[in-house]
């Protein structure tokens, strides 16, 4: 969404097949962009064979490899879509004794736009920006290694973006008539495995 970054009071990271966003969390902490990261979700159909602990189990290990202290990273295992990551992680903070004002949601860079949609719905009050691992398409699929569930995931996202506004998950978010139309086009040639159904 190109969100210019500022210090806030937690970031959340938003459990996915991309590992690339609990390395991009580590970065941004070590950069002192916030003092507590939340890392959220479950497993899926497509990560529980990357990640059979769970995502935010997985992103944990992961940080903390990469030098994020343990003290500063909260686990919520039990997210299995983006509007619980965000719910739960708010009560998780809450458990501990807190209740930001500002947040930075990580995810994978497609994900953007709908995590800050869905934020804004579920989360009013708070100040949100988004970020996700600096990477140009072609870069970022090599990283995941699967081109197809890549674009299957990015429509889906697309699909979602479109629709969960009408479903009361999310805030309305402009999409562009040539967004729609590529979107339309890869429907069209089977890119379709991460449909709502």
Not at 112 to 132: H, L, M, Q, Y
Not at 143 to 161: C, F, N, P, T
């Amino acid at each position: 969404m190109g969100h210019e970054l500022a210090p806030c009071e937690v970031a959340i990271g938003l459990g996915s097949h991309d590992l690339g966003v609990a390395s991009f969390s580590a970065e941004l902490y070590h950069a002192g962009l916030f003092p507590l990261l939340v890392f959220t979700g479950a497993t899926s159909r497509t990560t529980v064979a990357r990640f059979p602990r769970g995502e935010a189990v997985h992103y944990r290990e992961r940080a903390i490899e990469l030098g994020v202290p343990d003290e500063a990273i909260l686990v919520e295992p039990q997210a299995t879509n983006t509007g619980h990551n965000i719910a739960y992680s708010r009560a998780l903070l809450a458990e501990h004794g807190h209740c930001p004002k500002s947040l930075l949601l990580i995810s994978k860079p497609y994900m953007e736009r709908r995590a800050f949609a869905t934020c804004r719905k579920a989360w009013p009050d708070a100040t949100v920006a988004c970020a996700s691992e600096p990477l140009k398409f072609d870069e970022y699929v090599q990283s995941i290694g699967d081109g197809k569930l890549v674009i299957d995931m990015l429509v889906g996202d697309m699909q979602r973006v479109m629709e969960y506004p009408r479903l009361g998950f999310a805030i309305e978010q402009v999409v562009p008539a040539k967004v729609v139309a590529a979107y339309e086009r890869l429907l069209d040639n089977g890119f379709d495995g991460r449909l709502l159904t």
